[in-house]
């Protein structure tokens, strides 16, 4: 049996190909891989729920094979906490989720608990990244243009880091990268290179990877924890006119 997972969010675990729906797999859900089916394109799979064993088929390009040890660790942080709450329908208003934020907050060292107006984006990301995921080295910060800053840094001064920053075209987006954008008030690369000062910003975490788009997990969008699209040109690299500022590489 080899391990694989669900690369996209509905996966549909059948009985046999076309056939009927046995469950419905989440994105990032580990699989194991039994071989292959009689009709082309399908797998058979082995999935567990709670200690209850599945077989089945699913279609085969909705599976990717695993990252490193650490960048799943952040796709799982990212993707527990949109699941956490409820894929977007969970607002920070509301309870309990209101208490999650303030959980995000105590994580990078600020009392807040969730019950006020201050923007808590760029608090997800340190939560998810250092708090979950156990990174090491990052700059965690109640604003984002902070640790984006510091990963350009590091890779100009070759430090070691596990984050660094790039031009959208310098490279392309894999799972694990952060996706890293202008919100407000329009800056660039060049800026963040000189400054961490931008508060007005966003950044979002790569969960998926399609031919044409990627997909990536990012909190304070519209009052919860939602997942967005990011258009790709045809070689790969993230498409202009999206406000991207930065793409920040997983080293890990």
Known sequence: MTKFFVKTDGLNLRAQPHGQIVRTLRLGKKVNLLGDAQVDGWKRVEVKFSGEVLNGVVFGKYLRKPESDRKEALHKACVDQWLRFKRGAGKETEHPFYKIVGEMWRSIGVNLDGRDSNPWSA??????VVKLAKYENFQTSSFHTKYVHDAIQKRTLGL?????GYRRLEKKPKLGDIICAWRKNAHDYHDLENSGAFKRSHCDVIVEINE?????IGGNVSNSVTVKSF???SQGYLRKNQRITAL????L
Not at 212 to 216: L, T
Not at 248 to 251: A, D, L, V
């Open 123 to 128: 608090a997800f990301i340190s939560f998810a």
């Open 160 to 164: 070691d880091a596990p984050f660094w």
């Open 248 to 251: 920040m590489k997983n080293k």
């Open 231 to 233: 258009s790709l040109n």
């Open 212 to 216: 044409e788009s990627v997909r990536a």
